[in-house]
């Protein structure tokens, strides 16, 4: 077999393990997979050890080149935990059985986050090969990003000097577009909440009672249309307090990432975009925190009708944040507010749930212009894109409170890979691009 071939079927066998942190029937799977990664490393030249914590295992993986001189270190994180896939999502096949279409790699975790943070496993592993690593380097990664990273905090603060470095580096974001190198200097955070109403005590006929009995998903669907005024911006009293402004060349720079609103509406196959007003769809997404609605439950829901007055309904709500908000004083806000609207005639339960930081790095101070050129030149010398991400990942945020530094976004998947839906895709050439990132940018920092 040739190395593409070795490297092929690795990754294909990484992709095997149905990872899917939120299934608590997973359990076995993510500590085989673990194990799998700990052997893996191994075998590229790393020390590797598997942290054990309350869920799933965290596995770290050092290299470094010994001796007495002062060099750099960089801990690159990734996740091996996936999203829940099934059948009856839409997937063409087995999501747990990666295939080939087109060059591009078709199995859930291809892009988020396997096929990323393999193509960074490889980069080190072919450095070694030749004789070393620019840099000394630690990996940390753990199995429940997907769910909030719960456990890993406590990891990062256990092992504090293993970890110790000098900036941290994560593919687990998109580039702006096929080939265009891009370096994601913000994401936003999260807070997430359960909202339950209960009205009767029991499920009632609705002939019998309707009318006559409040019906907690009427009370629950006014509550949540209220999340929102006519404009579309977010309702609850104080949401935007702690917002910042962006500044003038961050505007400019999602105009220049050329994804017009036209393009996002054509990736999300919808039939119409929605939003604030005053800002593009990009900048919606980068810039601006949101409510959304997840989920929605009660009643019936089987096949055919049934005339069914329900006892409850329960909606899961998230909420994307911006510098300088904060997760908990948002879900605090926001189950006063569900709270105070809330009428007296149904029971409210708020639960709170996992919660992120936002995270802000200005891309022209620290590692950032270091990064910008490793990227460039692993992408023939291509202009660099800077973009603000709408997703999150809880970790970034702890890295900088607990390790105390900065973290470079250096994502390779895109905007069409499909990452949490049905046919997840990573262009395979994205490995050995993402490997030579990876060496481009040790090179990059060690020099800084
Ligand atoms: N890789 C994503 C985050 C992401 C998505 C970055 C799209 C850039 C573009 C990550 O795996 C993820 O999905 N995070 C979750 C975190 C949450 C469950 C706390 C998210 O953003 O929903
Ligand atoms: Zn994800």
């Not at 029937?25 to 191994?42: H, I, N, P, V, Y």
């Not at 295992?57 to 080149?65: F, G, T, Y």
């Not at 997937?91 to 859930?108: H, I, K, Q, S, Y």
């Not at 950032?368 to 992408?379: D, E, I, N, T, V």
């Amino acid at each position: 077999m040739s190395l593409s071939e070795i490297v092929k079927a690795d990754y294909f066998d990484f992709l095997r393990f149905p990872t899917v942190s939120a299934d608590p029937a997973r359990d076995q799977t993510m500590r085989d997979c673990a194990s799998w990664l700990e052997k893996k490393f191994g075998e590229m030249g790393l020390e590797a050890e598997i942290v054990a914590t309350a869920g799933a295992p965290v596995v770290l993986a050092k290299w470094s080149k010994g001796g007495s001189g002062k060099r750099r270190k960089v801990l690159i994180y990734g996740h091996y935990d996936v999203q829940p896939a099934e059948m009856g999502d839409g997937w063409t096949g087995d999501p747990f059985e990666p295939r080939m279409l087109d060059g591009m790699v078709v199995a859930r975790g291809s892009t988020d986050n396997k096929g990323q943070i393999f193509a960074h496993m490889l980069g080190v592993a072919e450095a070694i090969r030749e004789g070393g690593a620019a840099t000394d380097v630690i990996f940390v990664v753990e199995g429940e990003e997907e769910v909030g990273s719960d456990n890993l905090e406590g990891v990062l603060r256990a092992r504090k000097d293993d970890l110790k470095c000098d900036v941290a580096i994560i593919s687990d974001t998109n580039m702006a577009g096929p080939n265009r190198p891009t370096l994601t200097y913000g994401l936003r955070g999260i807070a997430a909440l359960e909202v339950e109403l209960t009205g009767p005590s029991h499920d009632l006929h609705s002939g019998v009672y309707g009318g006559a009995v409040v019906n907690p998903i009427t009370v629950l669907t006014r509550l949540l249309a209220g999340l929102h005024d006519e404009k579309n911006r977010v309702a609850v009293p104080g949401f935007y307090k702690k917002v910042r402004k962006v500044a003038a060349w961050e505007r400019l720079a999602a105009k220049n990432l050329k994804v017009s609103d036209a393009e996002v509406q054509r990736q999300a196959g919808s039939p119409a975009l929605a939003g604030e007003p005053g800002f593009s769809a990009i900048e919606r997404i980068g810039m601006r925190p949101t409510a959304e609605i997840n989920g929605i439950t009660g009643g019936y829901q089987g096949p055919g009708p049934k005339t069914v007055l329900p006892s409850k309904a329960s909606a899961k709500l998230t909420f994307r944040l911006v510098p300088h908000q904060d997760p908990r004083e948002i879900a605090r806000l926001v189950e006063r507010d569900l709270k105070k609207r809330c009428p007296k005639t149904v029971k409210i339960k708020v639960t709170p749930q996992h919660g992120g930081f936002p995270y802000f790095c200005d891309p022209k101070k620290g590692f950032g212009p270091a990064a910008s050129r490793a990227l460039s030149q692993a992408w023939d010398g291509k202009k660099v894109h800077y973009l603000l991400e709408g997703g999150t990942i809880p970790i970034v945020s702890v890295i900088k409170k607990v390790l105390g530094v900065e973290t470079l976004l250096v994502g390779l998947s895109l905007p069409d890979c499909r990452a949490h839906g049905p046919d997840e895709t990573f262009p395979i050439g994205y490995l050995e691009r993402g490997a030579k990132m990876n060496r481009a940018l040790l090179r990059e920092i060690s020099e800084v």
